[in-house]
């Protein structure tokens, strides 16, 4: 609650400055710039892939593990560092790292027809984060506000961590993958004056994982401000 309520006010910080500032023109703005981004994350993961992970585990123990009721948080907090250049008043490349956020799973059922048969818990925690790498093209909607769209690369470490208690007994695994995947997005900035820029973004990471830790698609919204030298 603490972070949100802080990425909130960031967030109405930097947008309010946009609104008092002096514009500049979006297209005159080249060069190196360093920024970053806070916002939320969703994603697309399908938990049945560890249900399947621990049932599998009973199976091979003889026994059959049938779920009845789970939960999951699909939705996290997000963010993003970045540095690029524009070349020109339309074409750019940026770095960044990008933060996805946590995706938690919980999961109870029972354990049949195991000799000292019972109820089952488990947990799952899905992180992944890593660098990008995109092409750039801006197009001007107005002296002072573009549209960003970006294509490229994220090659995520995609980490899936897991716990199961049986009748008091806890067993924990960690899974980990690093994987490219495609990258697109679209964006819109305002240019003050002095080098500033402040952004809203829409990323879009399609096909994260892999088959050891599990495939999904991830959308990120955020906000963020850079600054061009």
């Known amino acids: ?45 399908n938990t049945g892939f560890v249900n399947t992970l621990f049932q599998s585990q ?11 009721s789970s939960s999951v948080r699909r939705t996290g907090s997000a963010w993003s560092i970045d540095a690029g250049y524009w070349f020109g008043p339309s074409l750019g490349i940026d ?55 970006r294509a490229g690369d994220y090659y995520g470490h995609t980490s899936l961590a897991s716990d199961l208690v049986f009748n008091s007994i806890a067993r924990a695994q960690t899974q980990s993958s690093n994987a490219s995947s495609l990258l697109l997005g679209a964006g819109v ?13 829409y990323l879009r990471i399609i096909q994260a994982g892999d088959s050891h830790v599990g495939r999904f698609d991830a959308g990120l919204a955020t906000v963020g401000a850079s600054y061009t030298f």
């Open 95 to 149: 770095a960044s790292y990008i933060h996805l956020g946590d995706l938690t799973y919980h999961a109870s059922g029972t354990l049949a027809p195991s000799a000292v048969g019972g109820t089952v818990a488990t947990a799952a925690t899905l992180n992944s984060e890593g660098p990008a790498l995109a092409l750039l093209w801006r197009l001007p909607l107005t002296d002072a506000l573009a549209l960003t769209l």
């Open 189 to 201: 900035g305002y240019t003050l004056a002095s080098h500033w820029s402040v952004r809203v973004d």
């Open 58 to 68: 009973a199976t091979s123990a003889g026994d059959t593990l049938s779920f009845t």
């Open 1 to 45: 609650m603490i972070r949100t309520c802080t990425q909130f006010l960031i967030a109405t910080l930097v947008l309010g400055a946009a609104l008092f500032a002096t514009r500049a023109r979006a297209d005159a703005v080249e060069g190196l710039y360093l920024g970053g981004n806070i916002g939320w994350s969703q994603s697309t993961y």
